[in-house]
């Protein structure tokens, strides 16, 4: 990867030992100023561009996920697929100073990038996410793997700020299959989950969540009339290996590529975790929004398209 170094900011954000043990007791925490103004912009302005991209759409692509209400002279997108292969900046971003020194503090000192995404919930109309975790889609061979949220606007209770169940990541995998097959969310009355102690994660611009990979979580509908725009990097430390197989279609050297920091290794760390594995597929691909579309009941309800 490039190095970034000389148009990172100067100043790391460090974690304390307090803020460490949150993570592992809470399974996930708020960093506020891993991002200047100026870096929240940039990004917003690249995703102004990516957006602009789905005029004239009629259906998902590869890098876009579209909302129900979407039309083509009215584009509405949901989701940017691999947003750090869209655009430069979120690669750059991703190189910064500050949000390294968080993930080597709560991971180590090796890092690979698993996964990226830029989800959208704009003003007034976007799309829930129902419960999940995020450990049902990519188990790994130990759970030292988080995802980054980056708040891209401020985020607060009223326009479906992320939730998290606290403590959530030290149960169980629960069950993410509805008759028989995978659909990225699971039903909370009927697997017994209280997530009544859910907290919201709001904050803003430049602040960053890091919420565990089996930690709960969801986010209901936008009813502000102002944008929540969150981009998202799954980070797994090195010796944490994807269990259903190199993710980069076998080859060494595009694996060793995604790491961020230190480097990667044949020897991965293994230890006991409740697993279930995300097969049969789901019914309809391509995002956790269209897996969950055949969920028969859901905490958030259904979407619709207005």
Known sequence: ???YAEIATKEEVRLSDAEVATYQDKGFI???????PSDVQRMRDALD????????ATEHTDVLDLEPSHTPDHPRVRRIKNV???????EEMLNKPNLIAVLRALLGPNLRLHGSKLNMKAADYGSPVEWHQDWAFYPH????VLAVGVMLDDMAPDNGPLMIVPGSHKGPTFDHHQDGRFVGGFDIEAEGLDVSPAEMVTGPAGACSFHHVRAVHG??????DRDRRLLLYQVAAGDAWDIRGMPTEGSWDAYAATFISGMPTIEP???SAPIRLPYPGPLKGGSIYE???????KAFGAVDDT
Not at 141 to 144: E, M, R, V
């Open 1 to 3: 990867m490039p190095d």
């Open 30 to 36: 708020i960093v506020e100023n891993i991002y200047s």
């Open 49 to 56: 561009k990516l957006i602009d991209t789905a005029r004239g």
């Open 84 to 90: 750090v292969a869209s655009h430069p900046v979120f």
């Open 141 to 144: 061979t130990n759970d030292d």
């Open 219 to 224: 986010s209901a509908k936008n009813t502000s």
């Open 269 to 271: 760390r293994v230890v």
């Open 291 to 297: 897996s969950q579309t055949v969920m028969t009941t």
